[in-house]
T-cell receptor, first 112, second 111 residues
Framework: DGGITQSPKYLFRKEGQNVTLSCEQN?????MYWYRQDPGQGLRLIYY???????QKGDIAEGYSVSREKKESFPLTVTSAQKNPTAFYLC???????????FGPGTRLLVL | KQEVTQIPAALSVPEGENLVLNCSFT??????LQWFRQDPGKGLTSLLL?????REQTSGRLNASLDKSSGRSTLYIAASQPGDSATYLC??????????FGAGTRLFVKA
């Protein structure tokens, strides 16, 4: 069964802590994305990657970092520099940048 | 700067009614437009993708239209069912990795 998995479903962050959100896909897609969703707002792009070992900042990259060491995996780290991290985080992938994006189930990040 | 607006923010209809969801965008230079469905606390599911050269796409009870010149798209849902209750988002791709999402319309279909 092809798809995108994200873990954990819920994540709690303490003050000053870095946390990492996992995203894995077995769709053989080259392009992968991270979005942030806040209530009443559209999705905003954090980072994207077109190929392994290459990634680019999106509209709201400050306080976040990513890596793309494998085609299947695109983890997102929320660093302590991100002062308002509470949100719903969505990972997506596509064959080409402008083609249909397939989304994972999301991770909800809460601050303790 | 491309902006995508969806009005209304929420809509409640009785079961069986045909309905239209609206999406407007400010810049007609788009590559494609996509409609997604999102259930509470879940990821997005792609419903329909319309290329810039197309006027409409259909899938089952769903029909999406695109009018680039006026910056509008509509999603028509025929014979609505309680299972259609969800948030519907439209997204405009302006080329490459740049996709702009609307905030969505939350639909509630009453049994």
């Amino acid at each position: 069964d092809g798809g995108i998995t994200q873990s954990p479903k819920y994540l709690f962050r303490k003050e000053g802590q870095n946390v990492t959100l996992s995203c894995e896909q077995n769709l053989n897609h080259d392009a992968m994305y991270w979005y942030r969703q806040d209530p009443g707002q559209g999705l905003r792009l954090i980072y994207y990657s077109q190929i392994v070992n290459d990634f680019q900042k999106g509209d709201i990259a400050e306080g976040y970092s990513v890596s793309r060491e494998k085609k299947e995996s695109f983890p997102l780290t929320v660093t302590s520099a991100q002062k308002n991290p509470t949100a719903f985080y969505l990972c997506a992938s596509s064959t080409e940048p402008q083609e249909t994006q397939y989304f994972g189930p999301g991770t909800r990040l809460l601050v303790l | 700067k491309q902006e995508v607006t969806q009005i209304p923010a929420a809509l409640s209809v009785p079961e069986g009614e045909n309905l239209v969801l609206n999406c407007s965008f400010t810049d007609s230079a788009i590559y494609n437009l996509q409609w997604f469905r999102q259930d509470p606390g879940k990821g997005l599911t792609s419903l329909l993708l319309i290329q810039s050269s197309q006027r409409e796409q259909t899938s089952g009870r769903l029909n999406a239209s695109l009018d680039k010149s006026s910056g509008r798209s509509t999603l028509y849902i025929a014979a609505s069912q309680p299972g259609d209750s969800a948030t519907y988002l439209c997204a405009v791709n302006t080329g490459g990795f740049k996709t702009i999402f609307g905030a969505g319309t939350r639909l509630f279909v009453k049994a």
